[in-house]
């Protein structure tokens, strides 16, 4: 039997200081609901991942569900994927609107469909068929949204490809989760609003497979955070799988990986990994990056490089 372990991030990137607490709850709360799913003999694996992103979806801290970065026209376009280790099966949505948890309608297609991704007024037409509520634009529209297309529109920053936000402009952050379970079962989850001022229909990495996430129960699982066109470029998430799979540790397969893709392209990113064998992986080139974990009681949390905070929770 392994140690359930469930490890969560809110997104790597250059976060001010003001949006650091807010972030750190964020992670901390979203780890305790989903470990509390983890360890509960009634639950799976992928229930733990899609609980504890669902948590961060509803948290306006992040760059997912409500709180979402806006697109040129003002609206909100969502992308996200769910992956389970054991088969591979995965379901993942793009471009879609209207729906308060992305992760949750990744898994219908998941589950409910020979597909592994919807995309836009098709993914939005099977989260009618599938009984999935509806919410307005202007529930899923914050304030703070609004007010950072603003300041993109007036830094000159559209189209850039800006998923973590500078201190002058705003800033939000992709969310993802990673697990394994007593029997060693792996998945992973991941969801984004993308970036800031993107054209209408642009689609990041996160619900490509192998770029925003990978699972694999042979190897491990990943969810990476970042600049989207980058990680899609290196394949980031399945190459950290790939050294693992050649005997790296997920420390030093997440941080090599990311690194190069820095050296090529220019650009950041971050990424959290679990081996098969519950070894963790967090590793960021970016300023900072949102991270939590819990095994047993102890619940590890942090957002600036070297950071480890430490606290006791009780165990159901």
């Known amino acids: 039997m392994k140690r359930a372990l469930l490890l969560v991030h809110g997104g790597a990137g250059d976060i001010p200081v003001e949006r650091v607490q807010p972030k750190l709850d964020g992670v901390r709360n979203a780890v305790k609901e989903g470990y509390r799913v983890l360890i509960d003999p009634g639950k799976s694996v992928i229930d733990a991942v899609e609980v504890a992103v669902r948590i961060m979806e509803d948290d306006e801290a992040f760059n997912a569900g409500r709180g979402s970065v806006l697109n040129l026209d003002g609206e909100v376009e969502m992308d996200a994927i769910i992956m389970e280790g054991k088969k591979m099966k995965i379901g993942s949505v793009a471009a879609v609107k209207n729906v308060s948890h992305p992760i949750s309608l990744a898994r219908l297609v998941m589950e409910n469909t020979q597909h592994v991704m919807l995309a836009g007024s098709g993914a939005n037409k099977f989260a009618a068929e599938m009984g999935v509520p509806t919410v307005s634009p202007d529930w899923l529209v914050t304030d703070y949204a609004r007010e950072t297309l603003e300041m993109c529109r007036r830094s000159g920053d559209l189209g850039t490809y800006i998923t973590e936000l500078g201190a002058s402009i705003g800033e939000v952050g992709t ?126 949390s942090g957002i600036d490089h070297g950071d480890d905070f430490i606290e006791k929770a009780k165990c159901p």
Not at 187 to 204: E, F, L, Q
Not at 208 to 214: A, Q, T
Not at 246 to 267: F, N, Y
């Open 175 to 300: 969310v993802g989760a990673v697990a394994i379970d007593s029997n060693g079962h792996l998945a992973m989850a991941t969801s984004t609003g993308g970036t800031c001022g993107k054209m209408p229909g642009r689609v990041g990495d996160t619900p490509i497979p192998g770029s925003g996430g990978y699972c694999d129960d042979s190897a491990g699982a990943v969810s990476a955070t970042g600049h989207g066109e980058s990680i899609m470029r290196h394949c980031v998430a399945h190459g950290i799988i790939q050294k693992m799979k050649l005997g790296e540790s997920a420390q030093i397969a997440t941080q090599q990986v990311l690194d190069a893709m820095a050296e090529q392209t220019g650009e950041s990113a971050g990424a959290i990994t679990i081996s098969k064998d519950g070894e963790i992986g967090i590793y960021f080139n970016s300023r900072r990056m949102a991270w939590a974990y819990q095994q047993g009681d102890d619940i590890h």
